[in-house]
């Protein structure tokens, strides 16, 4: 059974960076296609970024395009957020996602309910 855990998360000032990581254990995710979501108070968990399965295709949201940049290094087992000029609204709960066999379409890793696979979740918040 395979787990996730996500570090990374904190308090920063709005234009800051920070860089979350997944990392896996239990088995390996070398082959799984992965992603990022993150969920505010009050608020429908809403995806951020997603990776194919060999690092060669990645998809964003709007508000994470041009900011964020998904990565992975699967000898590390281990995905990355490196995220850029935060805004206020970033602040919400990230939480890393993956699945074996989730074929990398825009429609359906964009969905959390393809995936099987879930961190704990970081928080990140952003002071304005």
């Known amino acids: 059974q395979a787990q996730l855990v996500e570090s990374g998360g904190g308090l920063v000032q709005a234009g800051g960076s920070l860089r979350l990581s997944c990392a896996a254990s239990?088995?390996?995710?070398?082959?799984?296609?992965l992603g990022w979501f993150r969920q505010a108070p009050g608020k429908e968990r809403e995806f951020v970024a997603a990776?194919?399965?060999?690092?060669?295709?990645?998809y964003y949201s709007d508000s994470a395009k041009g900011r964020f940049t998904i990565s992975r290094d699967d000898a590390k087992r281990t995905m990355y957020l490196q995220m850029n000029s935060l805004k206020y609204e970033d602040t919400a709960v990230f939480y890393c996602?993956?699945?074996?066999?989730?074929?990398?379409?825009?429609?359906?890793?964009?969905?959390?309910?393809?995936?099987?696979?879930w961190g704990q979740g970081t928080q990140v918040t952003v002071s304005s």
């Open positions: 996602a993956g699945d074996p066999n989730l074929l990398f379409f825009p429609s359906r890793v964009s969905s959390p309910n393809e995936y099987d696979y």
């Open positions: 239990g088995r390996t995710f070398s082959s799984w296609t």
């Open positions: 990776i194919n399965r060999i690092g060669t295709s990645t």
